[in-house]
């Protein structure tokens, strides 16, 4: 497969072909996206004949428009987790970064240009594991620039270098032993006290993702997330038609059609921005004391 030197695209779809036509739909009206090479991992069914598995399969296989394409049409389910692994590792045996988009995130016009800008701009930077279109919090009161670092790093459209993604240790047996060390839940938690259950979770097999497992490895190797300002994508998959984001979830939302990043600079790590971001994700009280009554 003949590529270019810009980002591969990796798009990951499952059994929403709705949201996985309308997330290409806007992706193809990103500048210069037709210079992007595109790669489509398409997880397979968990039951015979699912009409909307191969509905998306179906979808993909008539895709035009980009550089070129290569397809991944998987004839059993993966999962979530593993259909991320597999996929983005795919993609970085021919690319040096990669653009990861799930099957319901929309763009603006220029998502395309600013990740592509962000990976060039902030390779090999070694405080940078990722960059995201994403913005978990509105960042000016604490600092004038056009993004910020989070500890946090988000799985709503985000890239990531093949250098960081080889340093990566997926190894339970070895997330465990790293989690059980001396005030490892408290600093994990800086990126919200819903972390450290979220990897507990992931590591007891009860949620399949990939995304804090990642999340794990940047903090083992002390990497950040690079977020804009404003958000370049927002999600249509809080509609209860997703598997980890349900109807209702409440996120941070700033997306604006407009926007983008016309001159990256070197930021470093702003502990009011990190304690905002960790602020937004505390579980309101009475939400908190019904979550115990449910148990009970």
Known sequence: MKTNNLPGIAIFGY???YHFEKTLFYLKKNLNS????????????KKKNDLEVNKVHRVAKKLSHFKSKKIYLRKKNLGLANSLLD???????YKKSVIILE????????????????????????LVGSVTGYSYTNPDKYSNNST??????????????????????WNKNWIKKKMNQKYFKSKFNLSGKDMYPMLEE?????????DILFNFNCFILDKYCVCPKK????????DGSGIHCKKGDKVFSNYSKNFTVNKFSKISVNIKIIKKIKNSFRTPIILR????????
């Open 231 to 238: 958000s370049l994508i927002y999600n249509i998959g809080l």
């Open 103 to 126: 099957d319901d995130i929309i763009t603006n016009k220029f998502f395309l240009s600013y990740m592509s800008d962000a990976l060039s701009f902030y390779d090999n930077d070694r």
């Open 202 to 210: 992931v590591i007891e097999n009860k949620i399949d993702t990939l």
């Open 15 to 17: 059994n929403r072909p």
């Open 148 to 169: 910020y670092l989070s500890q946090r790093h988000a799985s709503w459209g985000w890239g990531t270098w093949r250098n960081v993604w080889n340093k990566m240790n």
């Open 289 to 296: 004391i019904t979550n115990k009554i449910k148990k009970i």
């Open 87 to 93: 996929g983005i590792t795919t993609v970085l045996k």
């Open 34 to 45: 037709k210079k992007f090479d595109i790669f489509l991992f398409c997880d397979g069914p």
